[in-house]
């Protein structure tokens, strides 16, 4: 959203960005304007100790609730004036908000999961083989939960305001011609869809090239590194990881790069064949990698598929497990782990399907090639525009 929005700024339109407090200063050095809403997400990511639980349903549930609360109380002063509004994410009480002010409306999804169709299940759901039947189940019993829970507070402002109510949470969310912002050489759109959409392709986000010695250095000294990298996994659970992945590193004989987001010291020796790295844009370093392993988001993803190399996806939560199972079937990379039986022997087998079948290596070579970021950007922008 921030390659969005200063998209559309260079293009000559006023922008503010709203969104977690804690993305603040990052925007605004990329001289984004930004407003912060709601609680620090990235925080509250920290404190899952099990993604799958049903506590941890209900921590997200009540985290989810206290947004849309938050939004409709603070986002009407940051939003009366505006030509068009755009959402994203957790935005579910916006189109409401939009509506009420008489403003132009769309929204921006960055999978096709988003969308209900008998091809996938519901977001929220791990399992990605499914029969056709039993994915449209899901659906339905997500459509009982919204109507419980989110619509119940989404109608509860709306009379307020006085709208009249809506029935079913995602095609409200979503509006009218919902922008598709990911890459349909990834994942493209099921037939049975009826969300009225355009797919624009993922929007990469731009950022200033760093000047890193060290990893030069470290680079220069050996063929291309393995690349891991958990965002979504709390700090404390990746550190815990590392002895494995050293152990990864001696059995293979691989050099490997890990994304570090812990802060506590290791009391293990670390050998020379691993690196940690921080807030390295993932454009510039993952090019230089013989495989990508993450967690699956959608950036993550997006920006893996982009440099071309082979992916092993290590899914946490929500649409994590849709990704895994779509790069694995576009034959970009390895069949998923799952988070709870993450361990040395399957990602070692995992690297070794990449490192082994050649097939991988040239199609993540032949789609990187065909993948557009300025197309998409300049397809998503002329859209925005044409609403406005």
């Avoid at 030509?83 to 957790?90: R, T």
Wanted: glycine share 6%.
């Amino acid at each position: 959203m921030i390659a969005l929005s200063l998209g559309l700024k260079n293009t000559g339109h006023d922008v503010l960005l709203i969104g977690p407090p804690e993305k603040k200063q990052w925007a605004l050095q990329l001289g984004c304007p930004y407003k912060g809403l709601g609680r620090d997400v990235t925080a509250f990511l920290d404190t899952i100790k099990n993604p799958i639980s049903i506590p941890t349903a209900i921590s997200f549930v009540k985290y989810v609730r206290q947004e849309i609360h938050n939004q409709f109380k603070v986002l009407p002063k940051f939003i009366e004036g505006a030509d068009i509004v755009i959402g994203s994410s957790l935005m579910f009480g916006l189109s409401s908000l939009a509506e009420s002010l008489n403003i132009r409306y769309r929204y921006v999804a960055f999978t096709p999961q988003l969308f209900q169709s008998s091809c996938h299940p519901f977001v929220a759901i791990q399992t990605q083989t499914l029969p056709k039947w039993c994915n449209y189940l899901t659906w339905k019993f997500a459509q009982f939960g919204d109507k419980i829970n989110s619509i119940f507070l989404v109608n509860h402002y709306r009379r307020k305001m006085g709208l009249s109510p809506v029935k079913a949470a995602w095609p409200h969310i979503f509006g009218k011609n919902t922008i598709l912002a990911c890459d349909s050489q990834i994942a493209s759109v099921p037939l049975d869809v009826t969300q009225t959409h355009i797919q624009t392709g993922y929007l990469h986000l731009k950022m200033p090239a760093l000047c890193y010695p060290e990893l030069e250095r470290f680079l220069e000294q050996g063929p291309p590194p393995i690349y891991v990298g958990f965002g979504s996994m709390p700090p404390q659970d990746q550190a815990k990881h590392m002895p494995m992945l050293i152990h990864v590193a001696n059995q293979l004989k691989k050099r490997i790069v890990i994304s570090k987001f812990w802060k506590q010291s290791l009391e293990i020796k670390i050998p020379k064949e691993i690196f940690f790295i921080k807030n390295y844009p993932h454009e510039y370093l993952f090019p230089r990698m013989s495989v990508i392993v993450h967690h699956g988001g959608a950036g993550t993803t997006a920006a893996a598929a982009l440099s071309g190399k082979p992916q092993v996806i290590v899914p946490h939560i929500l649409d994590q497990y849709y990704h895994g199972y779509k790069i694995f079937q576009s034959g970009l990379g390895a069949p998923p782990i799952k988070r709870s039986k993450f361990n040395a022997k399957r990602l070692i087998n995992a690297l070794s399907v990449c490192f082994s079948n050649p097939s991988i290596r040239h199609k993540a070579e032949i789609i990187a090639q065909s993948i557009k970021p300025k197309g998409s950007l300049d397809k998503t922008i002329k859209s925005i525009e044409e609403t406005i």
